[in-house]
């Protein structure tokens, strides 16, 4: 029987970075993994294919119709499928590997199996060899992650009926895509496809898509999709596909019930979310507690119903996001280790990997209305920032929302190219409880696209430059 400090369950972005944590903060550590390879849901079927075939569509997209303008001049671009499924691959090896390395580097012992909670101090593994192994441990991390939600009647078959795995993989692409939920999945997922060549339809539940982001900028998010060809179908639910047909027969119906439409497609991707994964770990029996939703319950330090059993990431409450299940991952190893770990939940970034890309932090305006806080906007445009104009990707914005007294910045949204590498600066100014007025007098390189979040932050103050 094996003795260790520290016995972290899942090897995703939470539990691999929690297991580097605790090593590094001295303690012996083992991560248990049931899939063959290291890095959970983000590396092998999630964040890292999904971002792998995004870039590969985005350049096939802009071979096709970007470079003549800028005296570009290549033949009409060739899908190779097969290719491209290729360079994802690859994308994802490398990234495992990498976890692989990590682990040797920090002498962290990585064992293949299921892990069962069997109470306090005890882990047990059975191994896809049917080989069962027992861990002592003083303490336990549970990381096991989120697994795919599914709609009742309606069997994903991962080959016409998907969910986000299979459409990952999709052998071909399909004529006409179907897609249940129009969230980051179902937006990130339905850009790939139709950028190679799919007619998409996206059906949602409620009257807008992704839900949770500023209304402003998911009205001009939808409006800049539907002139890529997307097509939408809000406040409308799909209540069941009949698979007897050469193509899927989709029934949908308006969300508050009436008359049902059919419509035709050759894959149907469901993509409403995520659930907690916590199958065949024996919490009930260890005595760990559930909430309503089936998340792990945990207390501000991370710590279960059961002493010396934690839980991070998507398998506990919050937003499903691999660097949230990262810093969590942190911050309990270090609370393990004595220190004062910690995460912010108010500065936690959302990006959606689209083109244009869209991205945030902090509060909605929806949000700051409900709770009543009085704030200021600043909004920038894209179409009056130079670099933007020369490279003529000017759409979307900047909107930086600040507290009306204090001028303190509450949040930040943008709409537009590499949002999702220009929020992070947001992000340092809001840990730092940064104002606009802060942001606007820091210089800024020009040209760049980020001068737009200077010039947002000047528009909080009435005084933008250019504009
Ligand atoms: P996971 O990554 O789900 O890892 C859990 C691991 O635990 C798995 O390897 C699983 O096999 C293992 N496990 C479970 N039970 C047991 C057990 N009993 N014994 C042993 N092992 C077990 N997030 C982002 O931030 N950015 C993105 O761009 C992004 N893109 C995404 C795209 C897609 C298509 C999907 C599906 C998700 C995406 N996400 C993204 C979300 C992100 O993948 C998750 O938030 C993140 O992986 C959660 O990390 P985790 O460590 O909590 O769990
Ligand atoms: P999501 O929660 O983002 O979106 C699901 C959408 O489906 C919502 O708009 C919801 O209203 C809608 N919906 C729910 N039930 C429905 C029904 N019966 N009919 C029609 N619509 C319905 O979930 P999604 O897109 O599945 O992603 C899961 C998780 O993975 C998210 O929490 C997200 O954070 C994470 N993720 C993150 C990415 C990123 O950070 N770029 C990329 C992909 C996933």
Redesign the pocket.
Known sequence: MANYDLVVIGTGPGGYVCAVRAAQLGMKVAVVEKNATLGGTCLNI?CMP?KALLHASEMFEEAGHSFAKMGVGVPAPKLDLGAMMNFKQQGIDGNVKGVEFLMKKNKIDVITGKGKIAGAGKVEVAGADGKAQSLETKNIVIATGSDVAR?KGIEIDEKRIVSSTGALSLEKVPQKLLI???????L?LGSVWHRLGAQVTV????DRIL?GMDGEVAKQFQRILEKQGFAFKLGA??TAVDTSGKTLSVQVEPAAGGKSETVQADVVLV????VPYTEGLGLKEAGVALDDRGRVKIDSHFATSVKGIYAIGDVVAG???AHKAEDEGVAVAEILAGQAGHVNYDAIP????TTPEVSAVGKTEEELKQAGVAYTSGKFPFTANGRSKVNQTTEGFVKILADAKTDRVLGVHIIGREAGEMIHEACVLMEFGGSAEDLARTCHAHPTRSEAIKEAALAVGKRAIHM
């Open positions: 999630g999904s709609l249940v939920g129009a969230g980051v999945i179902g990130e059906v949602e539940f409620l839900p639910k799909v993509a409403i979310g995520r937003p499903m996001l959302g990006v959606v990997y």
